[in-house]
């Protein structure tokens, strides 16, 4: 299992690298650092979605509140059936579904975001519905590390404390980098898992690029004993998979050009798998 998931992820880090390398724009490197994180939710059993019906109200929500990944979330999306794969071609451009932050216009996507600190307040007033209509989907947000500066994101974990939301899970995305520099250059944020912990939340720190981490993070996630919600913090390098791509803020928002994609998708190596619930059985 986590050997096909292993593959899929690098199917989907190429199509990133394609669409944006075509479209001359798009976050690469943001998208990469949660590439894992995103193919564990869709392709490993633990979001509940129907692709042939976007807003069947029993799905679960996810939330890309970091919405500059929304280069990742396309291609998953494209790949599972939402929509044509053919429109991944037409990213950032004038006939296109979509451009670089996300727009909930796109099959499969709950919020139009971009804004950091946005989406995670979103995702924690849905979740808080959910609890008041007695309804038994999950909320799910996945926020950047550097949206952890913003002041809304400590308001809506402190909202969700205290409104008890077990059906909250918010999964950061840990990669150390902001848009121009490292965030404890900036505004320092260690100690994270103690920062959540006082703000009454139920804390586990993972691997991000694991499988094998993040599943047993996630495991039983809709039968916890705890009225907490769960935060997990998820440890990643921006730009994974690209080693010189990787851990570099100047690469934050750029696409790579010329004989850059030819390196890029070498050291991705991967050609198109078989469909995915195909290579299952």
Same mark, same amino acid.
């Given at each position: 299992?986590?050997e096909?998931?292993?593959?899929?992820a690098?199917?989907?880090r190429?199509?990133?690298?394609?669409?944006? +390398?075509?479209?001359?724009?798009?976050?690469?490197?943001?998208?990469f650092?949660?590439?894992?994180?995103?193919?564990?939710?869709?392709?490993?059993?633990?979001?509940?979605?129907?692709?042939?019906?976007?807003?069947?109200? #029993?799905?679960?929500?996810?939330?890309?509140?970091?919405?500059q990944? +929304?280069?990742?979330?396309?291609?998953?999306?494209?790949?599972?059936g939402?929509f044509?794969?053919?429109?991944?071609?037409?990213?950032?451009?004038?006939?296109?579904?979509?451009?670089?932050?996300?727009?909930?216009?796109?099959?499969?996507?709950?919020?139009?975001?971009?804004?950091?600190?946005?989406?995670?307040?979103?995702?924690?007033?849905?979740?808080?519905?959910?609890?008041?209509?007695?309804?038994l989907?999950?909320?799910?947000?996945?926020?950047?590390?550097?949206?952890?500066?913003?002041?809304?994101?400590?308001?809506?974990?402190?909202?969700?404390?205290?409104?008890?939301?077990?059906?909250?899970?918010?999964?950061?995305?840990?990669?150390?980098?902001?848009?121009?520099?490292?965030?404890?250059?900036?505004?320092?944020?260690?100690?994270?898992?103690?920062?959540?912990?006082?703000?009454?939340?139920?804390?586990?720190?993972?691997? #991000?690029?694991?499988?094998?981490?993040?599943?047993?993070?996630?495991?039983?996630?809709?039968?916890?004993?705890? +009225?907490?919600?769960?935060?997990?913090?998820?440890?990643?390098?921006?730009?994974? #998979?690209?080693?010189?791509?990787?851990?570099?803020?100047?690469?934050?928002?750029?696409?790579?050009?010329?004989?850059?994609?030819?390196?890029?998708?070498?050291?991705?190596?991967?050609?198109?798998?078989?469909?995915?619930?195909?290579?299952?059985?």
């Amino acid at each position: 299992m986590s050997e096909l998931l292993r593959s899929k992820a690098n199917y989907i880090r190429n199509l990133v690298l394609e669409m944006c +390398s075509a479209a001359s724009t798009g976050h690469v490197t943001s998208s990469f650092s949660c590439t894992e994180i995103l193919v564990a939710l869709y392709y490993g059993g633990i979001l509940r979605f129907d692709p042939q019906k976007p807003k069947w109200e #029993g799905r679960d929500r996810l939330i890309i509140s970091k919405a500059q990944a +929304s280069a990742i979330l396309y291609p998953v999306l494209a790949d599972l059936g939402f929509f044509p794969k053919e429109e991944l071609g037409r990213f950032c451009q004038a006939d296109g579904k979509f451009g670089v932050h996300l727009q909930n216009d796109v099959p499969g996507v709950e919020i139009t975001s971009g804004s950091l600190g946005h989406g995670f307040g979103v995702a924690t007033g849905l979740a808080l519905a959910a609890k008041m209509n007695r309804q038994l989907h999950l909320v799910f947000a996945l926020l950047g590390d550097g949206e952890c500066c913003e002041g809304s994101i400590w308001e809506a974990a402190m909202f969700a404390s205290h409104k008890r939301l077990s059906n909250l899970i918010a999964i950061i995305d840990r990669n150390y980098l902001m848009a121009t520099d490292f965030t404890e250059n900036a505004i320092e944020l260690e100690p994270l898992e103690e920062k959540w912990r006082a703000f009454g939340w139920r804390v586990k720190s993972i691997d #991000g690029h694991s499988f094998e981490e993040i599943f047993d993070a996630l495991d039983g996630v809709r039968s916890r004993r705890s +009225s907490k919600p769960l935060v997990i913090i998820a440890r990643t390098v921006k730009g994974k #998979g690209v080693d010189f791509m990787s851990d570099d803020p100047l690469w934050h928002a750029v696409a790579p050009k010329g004989d850059e994609i030819t390196r890029a998708k070498n050291q991705l190596g991967v050609d198109e798998p078989k469909p995915f619930r195909e290579a299952l059985l």
